[in-house]
T-cell receptor, first 110, second 114 residues
Framework: RKEVEQDPGPFNVPEGATVAFNCTYS??????FFWYRQDCRKEPKLLMS???SGNEDGRFTAQLNRASQYISLLIRDSKLSDSATYLC???????????FGPGTRLSVLP | ETGVTQTPRHLVMGMTNKKSLKCEQH?????MYWYKQSAKKPLELMFV???????ENNSVPSRFSPECPNSSHLFLHLHTLQPEDSALYLC?????????????FGQGTRLTVV
């Protein structure tokens, strides 16, 4: 089983739609969780950290379920500028590493 | 402006060449990373340095040689590469153990081996 798995995508949605991405991780002792965004041919950039209590940043909501080893990202009122690949990132309990999922590509259509 | 800068942004090299990638972080972080991103594959960790000491090496071929002279600079020395090494090479930095803070990435070096 891969360490971090994500919905394969791509997701093609109209502007204004709500879209949800799912991510699962294999190591139950993982410490920290993040969502990154990567635009085509650019570097990954932090979108938001994910906390056990869940957190929201404007149109973006992240949830963590440690019991199910599951992370989600919800985007409301999609904008054209949200088109990108969304990367789920997990850190292991020991050592220093950021383990990336394969990413889910989102295209928001006019 | 991410605070992590990489040079060069693009590099084309022959299989017999020797080149180096450079990364510099201006964030005061104490850990630096090299990642490789190939087409249609997840980011793969290559090397991790914490406080200038290598703490993780994911069985990377010896044709890739990292160097971390201080906590702000990281190099990746390349020699006798193969065409399959063509990829985007990303440098990142973070503060403290990875379990507490996020990683910040440079813009990457797009490497083509011919």
């Amino acid at each position: 089983r891969k360490e971090v798995e994500q919905d394969p995508g791509p997701f093609n949605v109209p502007e204004g739609a709500t879209v949800a991405f799912n991510c699962t991780y294999s190591n139950s002792a993982s410490q920290s969780f993040f969502w990154y965004r990567q635009d085509c041919r650019k570097e990954p950039k932090l979108l938001m950290s994910v906390y056990s209590s869940g957190n929201e940043d404007g149109r973006f909501t992240a949830q963590l379920n440690r019991a199910s080893q599951y992370i989600s990202l919800l985007i409301r009122d999609s904008k054209l500028s949200d088109s990108a690949t969304y990367l789920c990132v997990v850190t292991p309990p020991y050592g220093q590493n950021f383990v990336f999922g394969p990413g889910t590509r989102l295209s928001v259509l006019p | 402006e991410t605070g992590v800068t990489q040079t060069p942004r693009h590099l084309v090299m022959g299989m017999t060449n020797k080149k180096s990638l450079k990364c510099e972080q201006h964030l005061g972080h104490n850990a630096m990373y090299w990642y490789k991103q190939s087409a249609k594959k997840p980011l793969e960790l290559m090397f991790v340095y914490s406080l200038e000491e290598r703490v993780e090496n994911n069985s990377v071929p010896s044709r890739f040689s990292p160097e971390c002279p201080n906590s702000s600079h990281l190099f990746l020395h390349l020699h006798t590469l193969q065409p399959e090494d063509s990829a985007l090479y990303l440098c990142a930095s973070s503060q403290g153990p990875s379990g507490y803070t996020e990683a910040f990435f440079g813009q990457g070096t797009r490497l083509t081996v011919v």
